[in-house]
């Protein structure tokens, strides 16, 4: 019976915090007491209060929750940080950004997709420079690391030079297509006609004879040469010696994260020294 009096002066005190200001109903005459009741009612709402208190869920602070989560899992983040930042500093770099390459900010976009290292040779046949760097080029490239890729973009900066993109461009999609039998010796073939031959390259006729010679037909040229697909190689060769800021060739870009050449490396075996070494840098990562 005690027990039940205990319980109902709990619910009565809970009654009353819940309902705020709201008053007793009217037809419930209010006790009157004696003194012999003043102690149990005194200890009675002290009684309840405190075991409405214990009734009371405890909270958490999601905020605090969180921060303890982070305070956490912060150490962990920052040893692997610190991990690849300690096994670069270990490491002796030859070449130095800001001297010997410039870092492209922000990174921009490659060729290929993120699965290799792009190496992007940006090129023109009629330059002296390209000329000879290609034997160089040709020789580093059949060594190339597993975890890396040559792709070469085409300069478009004038009418001529564009035109000799468009020509690179059709002797790459025929060769995809199986209808440019030996890619390489095209490629030598071409740069032999401007450097040695004199043949600038400058009409369509004329680029369509080199063709010819390496026995591509009139319609597999032409069906190529005004192709929806070679024309979307120009507009990204152009967009992206855009990003890479190219004023000159040959150059070279890592990844879409770095750019050098010959003059700033200190020639070209030590710029394909330089190109090794960021294709290590960005395998760290």
């Known amino acids: 019976m005690k027990r039940i009096n205990f319980l109902a002066l709990i619910f009565s005190f809970v009654l009353v915090a ?6 007793p109903s009217s037809g419930t005459a209010a006790p009157t007491a004696g003194h012999g009741d003043a102690a149990a009612t005194t200890e009675a709402p002290a009684a309840a209060e405190q075991a409405a208190e214990e009734l009371q869920p405890q909270m958490v602070e999601e905020s605090a929750a ?3 989560v982070v305070a956490e899992d912060q150490p962990i983040v920052l040893a692997q940080a610190d991990a690849s930042e300690m096994a670069a500093a270990k490491r002796e770099w030859k070449f130095t950004e ?18 290799k ?7 023109w046949y009629g330059c002296n420079h390209c000329y000879d760097f290609e034997a160089f080029i040709n020789g580093w490239k059949d060594s190339i ?19 000799h993109a468009q020509l690179y461009y059709t002797e790459e999609v025929l060769t995809n297509n199986g209808k440019l039998a030996n890619p390489e010796q095209f490629r030598s073939a071409v740069f032999a006609e401007y450097h040695r031959r004199g043949n600038r390259m400058a009409s369509i006729d004329s680029i369509q004879k080199i063709f010819e010679t390496h026995g591509v037909s009139a319609d597999d040229f032409n069906n190529t040469w005004n192709s929806f697909e070679v024309s979307q190689k120009l507009r990204i060769a152009d967009d992206l010696q855009r990003r890479y800021s190219i004023t000159g060739v ?7 994260k770095y750019r050098s050449g010959a003059a700033e490396a200190g020639g070209y075996p030590r710029l394909l020294e330089l190109v090794d070494e960021l294709i290590a840098k960005e395998s760290m990562r």
């Not at 800001?98 to 699965?115: E, F, K, M, N, S």
């Not at 290292?117 to 090129?123: K, S």
């Not at 690391?145 to 035109?163: M, S």
């Open 18 to 23: 819940c309902g705020g200001s709201e008053s």
């Open 66 to 68: 969180t921060e303890e």
């Open 98 to 115: 800001g001297t010997h390459y410039t870092r492209l900010v922000p990174t921009q976009p490659t060729i290929g997709g993120a699965d």
């Open 117 to 123: 290292v792009e190496v992007a040779e940006i090129f």
């Open 145 to 163: 690391p597993a975890n890396a890729r040559l792709v070469r973009i085409p300069a478009t900066w004038n009418p001529l030079v564009k035109l």
């Open 250 to 256: 040959p150059a070279v870009v890592v990844n879409g």
